[in-house]
C-alpha cells in the first residue's frame, strides 16, 4: 500500500486549487499556507468521526483524493476562489454549504464507507446478569 506525505497532500491540493502553473516553480509560501493548515482540517475531520489521520507523514493513499478534496474545501477561501465556486468545493470535501450537513460531503461520505465495519481497537463492554 502507498503512503503519501503532507508534502504530497499540499501539491495535491494546491493542483485542485489551481494554484500550480505548469512549467513553474512551486510557491513555498502557498506550500506552507496548506501545510499549516492540515492540522486543523485533520483534528476536524477527526472531531466528526469521519477518519483519524495520526501522523501526517503517513497517509494512506486510500485515502488521500478524498482528504486533498476535504482540505481544499476548507482552505479555498484563502486562496481567493471565487464565491459561487466555494459552496461546490466545501461540498465535495468535507460538507456544510447549503442544504449539505457537515460530514455529508462527498469525500467524507467516501472515507466513512471505507472505515465502515473496521474494528476501533476499543474494548466491548460486557454485561453478566
Aim: no cysteine; charged share 20%; proline share 5%.
Amino acid at each position: 500500500m502507498a503512503t503519501y506525505n503532507q508534502n504530497d497532500l499540499a501539491l495535491k491540493v494546491l493542483s485542485k486549487l489551481g494554484a500550480l502553473a505548469i512549467g513553474q516553480p512551486v510557491a513555498p509560501e502557498d506550500v506552507a499556507k496548506v501545510i499549516n493548515s492540515l492540522a486543523a482540517v485533520f483534528d476536524k475531520v477527526a472531531a466528526h468521526e469521519i477518519v483519524y489521520v495520526p501522523d501526517p507523514t503517513q497517509i494512506p493513499g486510500e485515502w488521500f483524493t478524498d482528504l486533498a478534496a476535504i482540505v481544499v474545501g476548507e482552505i479555498a477561501q484563502d486562496f481567493g476562489v471565487a464565491t459561487d465556486e466555494l459552496g461546490g468545493l466545501v461540498n465535495l470535501g468535507l460538507g456544510g454549504a447549503g442544504a449539505v450537513p457537515v460530514g455529508g460531503g462527498v469525500a467524507a461520505k467516501s472515507l466513512k464507507i471505507m472505515n465502515r465495519g473496521r474494528p476501533t481497537g476499543e474494548e466491548l463492554r460486557t454485561y453478566s446478569f
